[in-house]
Every structure is written in structure tokens, then in C-alpha cells.
């Protein structure tokens, strides 16, 4: 068996977990080749959280009522036995206006 064949076999695990799967199956991989293979996998691609700090871009603006539309799609086919056979989820957000009347207080 190859590094990919373990990789399905144990579920798509994260790189330290996976490092001691496979030790625990006697194989002797490094840190560093279990590392190289990960990176290059989709899957943890998709899930890795970045903690990048994003610049300051300003405030969503909607100036009449549905103007901005934002949609995305979750690729969650790896777990679609899981999920009744349900491989993406859209996401579909809309900004609505709303405007309020302030009285002035004297």
C-alpha cells in the first residue's frame, strides 16, 4: 500500500495524525514526507484556516433591497455516505435595506 491508499483508508487525517497511524501500522515514514504529501492533497487545502490578517476593505452597501446577492458552495463530497448522499451545500446570503426614522431629542 501507498502513502494514498492509508490516507483513504484512515479517513483523510491531518499530517501529525496521520505520521502516527502509520507508525502505529509499522511503517517508517519521516515528518517531513507525511508533510509533502499533505500539502499537495485537495481536501486539507480546503480545510487548512489561514490567520492571515486581511486588509481593512470597508462596509457592504446595499442601497435598495436585495442589491447585493452573495452566494458560495461547500464541496463536501468526501463525506457524502454521511450526509444522505448530499455532496455540496449552497450558500445563499442576501443584504436587505432597512431604514429607520430617528426623532431628534432637545
Known amino acids: 500500500m501507498n502513502l494514498e491508499d492509508y490516507y483513504k483508508r484512515f479517513n483523510f487525517p491531518a499530517a501529525s495524525t496521520f505520521l502516527k497511524l502509520l507508525k502505529n501500522e509499522g511503517l517508517k515514514y519521516t515528518k517531513d ?6 500539502k499537495g492533497k485537495t481536501e486539507q487545502q480546503q480545510t487548512t484556516i489561514k490567520t492571515e490578517k486581511r486588509k481593512d476593505l470597508g462596509k457592504i452597501v446595499s442601497y435598495y433591497p436585495l442589491s447585493l446577492i452573495q452566494m458560495d458552495i461547500f464541496d463536501l463530497a468526501k463525506y457524502y455516505k454521511e450526509n444522505q448522499g448530499y455532496k455540496y451545500i449552497l450558500c445563499i446570503v442576501m443584504f436587505i435595506v432597512e431604514s429607520m426614522g430617528l426623532q431628534n431629542e432637545k
Open 33 to 38: 514526507e507525511v508533510d509533502k504529501f499533505i
